[in-house]
């Protein structure tokens, strides 16, 4: 989650996780569970706050291994991630052809793009490939830029087109997910394009 560990947004949600290094290992594995538990059914916004919360109490319960340690049962619709034996709750990013989906857990591959159900792998790439090159402009060299004559107006142009598209995987491509896993989450922003959770109305 943290880019710039000293960045004044990372640094407060440094402040927020501490809640959770003050848990002993049971209270932590509790939280965790009971939390999934409540996350069951939904395909989740990656800003969410519950979901924000729930990451900083998961990187710490890595950190320590307690999925590893069994101190809480887990929710019976979760299975076990093969990245770090955490529960699976997969994370489905833009990189997601590069990526597969990631672990909420351990931030590595949780389910390589192959192994994600066949049935959800078309509309998947689809919508990835077409995602790519409007991200892209936020990327584009001095070259790029001056053959388009107005840049600022193909990034915009590019960041209204990203809105759709994140809409798009939220709302139509996110909630199939539910067939396979208890919860998804989805990333609902760009910061290179500048496109923030509350640009995506669903």
């Not at 052809?97 to 672990?103: M, N, P, R, T």
């Not at 090159?133 to 840049?151: F, I, L, M, T």
């Not at 960041?159 to 939220?170: C, D, I, S």
């Not at 760009?190 to 923030?196: A, F, I, L, S, T």
């Given at each position: 989650?943290?880019?710039?560990?000293?960045?004044?947004?990372?640094?407060?949600?440094?402040?927020?996780?501490?809640?959770?290094?003050?848990?002993?290992?049971?209270t932590?594995?509790?939280?965790?569970?009971?939390?999934?538990?409540?996350?069951?059914?939904?395909?989740?916004?990656?800003?969410?706050?519950?979901?924000?919360?729930?990451?900083?109490?998961?990187?710490?319960?890595?950190?320590?291994?307690?999925?590893?340690?069994?101190?809480?049962?887990?929710?019976?619709?979760?299975?076990?991630?093969?990245c770090?034996?955490?529960?699976?709750?997969?994370?489905?990013?833009?990189?997601?052809?590069?990526?597969?989906?990631?672990?909420?857990?351990?931030?590595?591959?949780?389910?390589?793009?192959?192994?994600?159900?066949?049935?959800l792998?078309?509309?998947l790439?689809?919508?990835?490939?077409?995602?790519?090159?409007?991200?892209?402009?936020?990327?584009?060299?001095?070259?790029?830029?001056?053959?388009?004559?107005?840049?600022?107006?193909?990034y915009?142009?590019?960041a209204?087109?990203?809105?759709?598209?994140?809409?798009?995987?939220?709302?139509?491509?996110?909630?199939?997910?539910?067939?396979?896993?208890?919860?998804?989450?989805?990333?609902?922003?760009?910061?290179c394009?500048?496109?923030?959770?509350?640009?995506?109305?669903?």
């Amino acid at each position: 989650m943290a880019i710039d560990p000293e960045s004044p947004l990372d640094k407060l949600w440094q402040e927020y996780g501490r809640v959770f290094h003050d848990f002993d290992d049971l209270t932590l594995a509790r939280w965790l569970s009971q939390t999934l538990g409540q996350l069951k059914g939904r395909a989740w916004r990656l800003s969410h706050p519950l979901l924000g919360a729930y990451r900083l109490a998961a990187q710490i319960a890595h950190d320590r291994q307690i999925w590893l340690q069994r101190l809480a049962t887990l929710p019976p619709a979760y299975t076990e991630a093969a990245c770090c034996r955490a529960p699976l709750l997969p994370l489905l990013t833009r990189d997601v052809l590069e990526s597969g989906l990631v672990c909420q857990h351990c931030s590595a591959t949780a389910v390589p793009l192959e192994e994600i159900p066949a049935e959800l792998q078309s509309s998947l790439k689809s919508w990835a490939e077409e995602y790519a090159p409007v991200h892209a402009v936020a990327h584009w060299e001095d070259r790029q830029r001056k053959s388009v004559g107005d840049y600022d107006r193909a990034y915009e142009n590019a960041a209204k087109e990203t809105e759709r598209l994140l809409a798009q995987v939220g709302a139509q491509i996110a909630p199939k997910f539910l067939d396979f896993y208890p919860a998804i989450v989805w990333e609902d922003q760009d910061e290179c394009m500048e496109v923030r959770p509350e640009d995506i109305p669903l």
